[in-house]
């Protein structure tokens, strides 16, 4: 009998020795090592047509001599997810959806399986039972009329052996970390075991062109459970994201290797699914009658698409001698160096107040030019004074308090205008070369913090 190889993996990078070691020289974590059998003894089990791809051999070629061709797509029919994934769906490539527990990739998925229509969708679940996905298919749409298969199975070559007499269009995975491949023996979910499953679908996706979803557990700490390699692995990797508590949810795409990633897809969770946001400006500033203060709203961009945004903040006096900050849809790195720059540039003495931030409809946004608005609403909430709610901003704050120019300001502009605001915010090195006439609303070009606060509170 052949002895049983194995190896240890860092559960959090993927990273393999020999040895067992308390430190990942990779990626620096501790006690992340695990011994996992790597080769099964039994002889081997056909994966997906494994043989015939070994003995193929490419031989290099001029770049000038590869025929180009764009990339096959279909679309989903979802508009939010077509726009995140670039365009649509292209053939033979492999998308890993990640997101926390619960907050609805198995439903993003069915839904799309079932709203396909005429497409032959192969829905793999190793979670849930048949009965189940259909409570929930009936929650979706009250007449599934289409072509869509379940099959409950975590087998990689029993799933293949489905697959090969089925011939799907689309392949849907629920979860990665839920398949095992009988080529190694290591427990489903570990390291080695989601590393052989995604390679196995990797290839079948190349070699027959169809296109596959897999859906990624993460962790506590927001990586998608497994090794990093599975990312890199992948050709696109979209976050699912949002507060629980919230009805919206967020799907991001963090790599794409046929789209500009950072794009953003909006959908509100209800009783019968998912239902996509086409206009999230709409949403993300919540309807309101009296000017309050500690609210400014900020012109961001986030991927292709401009969106309006509501930035509050509360500034109240320290209850206890360290003062609270916490922000909720920003970081609070970066609120705490506004807040030194409020300090020193502008004289608010902000050091022993309790500051915190929020940011409507539960998103998250790394945009810069969220800065201006938010030093504005904690300024309005210190002095209480509001802003008129017709007042926008747009632009980055550096540590002098110089107002910096940001990217693509035209459209902002425009989506702000299209929305009915009055006056916009933003730096003066952004208004060159810009063409105002075409706007009803006001753009102000400022330079400096101060400028800003004067041209408000007076
Ligand atoms: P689910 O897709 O199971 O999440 P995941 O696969 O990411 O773990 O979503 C579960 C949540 O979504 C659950 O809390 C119930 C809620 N939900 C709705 O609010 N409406 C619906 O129509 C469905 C199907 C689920
Ligand atoms: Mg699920």
Known sequence: MAKTKSAYFCQSCGFETAKWLGKCPSCNSWNTFVEEVIEKTTAKVPT??????????????????????????????????????????????????????????????????????????????????????????????????????????????????????????????????????????????????????????????????????????????????????????????????????????????????????????????????????????????????EELSGIAISATLEGARPMLIETQALVSTAAYGTPQRSATGFDTKRMNMLLAVLEKRCGFKLSARDVFLNLAGGIRVEDPAIDLAIMVAIISSHEDVSIPSKFCFAAEVGLSGEIRAVNRIDQRIAEADKLGFERIFVSKYNLKGLNLEKYKLEVVGVGKIEDVFSALFG
């Open 48 to 289: 997906w047509k494994s043989a015939g791809s070994s003995t193929r051999v490419n031989k290099p070629s001029k770049v000038a001599t590869i025929e180009s061709s764009t990339e096959k797509r279909m679309l989903t029919g979802d508009q939010e997810l077509d726009r995140v994934l670039g365009g649509g769906l292209v053939l033979g490539s492999v998308t890993l959806i990640g997101g926390e527990p619960g907050i609805g990739k198995s439903t993003l998925m069915l839904q799309l399986a079932l709203n396909m229509g005429s497409k032959r969708i192969l829905y793999i679940s190793g979670e849930e039972s048949e009965q189940q996905i259909k409570m929930r298919a009936e929650r979706i749409t009250a007449t599934p009329t289409a072509d869509c298969y379940i099959l409950t199975e975590t087998s990689t070559q029993n799933i293949f052996k489905q697959i090969e007499e089925l011939e799907p269009e689309i392949v849907i995975v629920d979860s990665i970390q839920t398949l095992h491949s009988a080529h190694i023996e290591s427990t489903p979910g570990s390291v080695s075991q989601v590393r052989e499953c995604t390679a196995e679908l990797l290839r079948f996706a190349k070699e027959t062109d169809t296109p596959v979803f897999l859906i990624g557990h993460i962790t506590k700490d927001g990586a998608i459970a497994g090794p990093k390699i599975l990312e890199h692995m992948v050709d696109t990797v979209l976050q699912f994201e949002g507060d629980r508590h919230h009805i919206y949810r967020i799907l991001r795409s963090i790599k794409n290797r046929f789209g500009a990633a950072a794009e953003l897809g909006i959908y509100a969770m209800n009783s019968s699914g998912l239902r996509e946001v086409t206009n999230p400006s709409e949403i993300l500033l919540s309807q309101r009658e």
